[in-house]
């Protein structure tokens, strides 16, 4: 299974933001999809994961609830909604799947290439 992200970009403070992954050559199943993110100069970040029913199983702790997760699983896609995106939400998005959920990365076997998301303030 090969994993696309896609949908990242600049985008200004305050603003939202979709970010996809898609897979190829496979389907997700019943994996577990993560996304994690990655800052510059910083260590790679769990935000959260969904089951193959699309439903959130865990994610980062955020007041305003800014990030949302959902999958279609005809499309085999998965999407991550950033909203009210701060300029310390500018990472890279990674995506990846794992058997079981863990908020640990070494959990996760395939990754996709990740997605730039820059935020401007």
């Known amino acids: 299974v090969q994993l696309q992200a896609s949908g990242g970009g600049l985008v200004q403070a305050g603003g939202s933001l979709r970010v996809s992954c898609a897979a190829s050559?496979?389907?997700?199943?019943?994996?577990?999809i993560g996304w994690f993110r990655q800052a510059p100069g910083k260590e790679r970040e769990f935000v959260g994961a969904?089951?193959?029913?699309?439903?959130?199983?865990d994610r980062v702790d955020d007041e305003k609830g800014r990030f949302t997760m959902s999958r279609d699983n005809a499309k085999n896609t998965v999407y991550l909604q950033i909203n009210s995106l701060k300029p310390e939400d500018t990472a890279t998005y990674y995506c990846?799947?794992?058997?079981?959920?863990?908020?640990?990365?070494?959990?996760?076997?395939?990754w996709g290439q990740g997605t730039q998301v820059t935020v401007s303030s």
């Open positions: 990846a799947t794992a058997l079981s959920f863990s908020r640990d990365q070494g959990a996760y076997t395939y």
């Open positions: 050559g496979g389907t997700f199943g019943d994996r577990i």
């Open positions: 969904i089951n193959w029913r699309g439903a959130t199983i």
